[in-house]
């Protein structure tokens, strides 16, 4: 049946219809929408849109995510961009059963909500000011919750913070001009080199049985990390050597 030219199989809900199912007020939707992190409906007008099933478990996602997994609205864009554009049906239900075999060796997340800490008990013990912990909070590297008054983040994430601490303690401090947004270079350089990871990987483990390519990559990780320490430590000694 179609309504306006929409096709009410394929998009049956009304914005009032889609906040039921997700369980969501209308203002999460718009900012999901607003943020790149749920399509735009299908619109009739400019008041009026239809929404599908993908719709739906879209946002159901995200929350999972967000309040779940304490995952930044940052990151939660970037995996589902790279999600829908990069991988194809058949791969992402192949790195699905992946992480179903790395979960069950502890290498990714389980399904449970995380330990968290409180920021303020993080910084004091850190060293590091709240302002400096909002800066660092702003460049979507983890995810802040509030439960009862107090703010919370991920205890996987607290080494980020107790680093930043260490890096002022031996001189990197705002008074020298250094600041937390100095680490965005990290970021960006770490996010790429991801992206292009992850697809090399969708690739060539496409046609290897699902026990062997979740054993290759437990084991592959924590070679990779010392990798790239390495090769920046090497960088490092070049670039000085170099100097003359």
């Not at 719709?55 to 999972?64: A, G, S, T």
């Not at 991920?154 to 002022?168: M, P, V």
């Amino acid at each position: 049946m179609s309504v306006q030219g929409v096709d009410r199989e394929t998009f049956p809900y009304r914005m009032k219809d889609l906040c039921e199912k997700a369980g969501v007020p209308r203002q999460v939707v718009h900012f999901y929408i607003q943020q790149g992190l749920v399509p735009e409906g299908f619109k009739t007008s400019r008041n009026m849109g239809w929404y599908s099933d993908a719709h739906v478990e879209r946002i159901r996602l995200v929350r999972q995510l967000q309040h779940e997994r304490f995952l930044p609205l940052k990151a939660i864009r970037a995996i589902l961009e790279q999600r829908d554009e990069v991988f194809s049906p058949a791969q992402r239900m192949l790195l699905g059963e992946v992480k179903s075999r790395l979960r069950g060796r502890g290498v990714v997340p389980s399904g449970d909500r995380p330990d968290t800490v409180g920021v303020d008990d993080l910084c004091q013990r850190a060293g590091v000011t709240r302002r400096d912990f909002n800066e660092i909070a702003e460049l979507g590297l983890f995810a802040v919750s509030e439960d009862g008054g107090r703010n919370l983040i991920a205890r996987d994430d607290a080494w980020l913070i107790e680093l930043w601490g260490e890096l002022q303690s031996v001189g990197f401090t705002r008074e020298r001009g250094f600041t937390p947004t100095d680490l965005a270079i990290y970021d960006e350089a770490i996010t790429a080199l991801f992206d292009r990871q992850a697809r090399l990987m969708a690739e060539r483990v496409s046609h290897i049985p699902v026990d062997d390519a979740a054993r290759m990559l437990e084991q592959a990780l924590p070679m990779v990390g010392m990798l790239l320490s390495r090769l920046h430590l090497a960088k490092a000694r070049n670039f000085f050597a170099a100097m003359g």
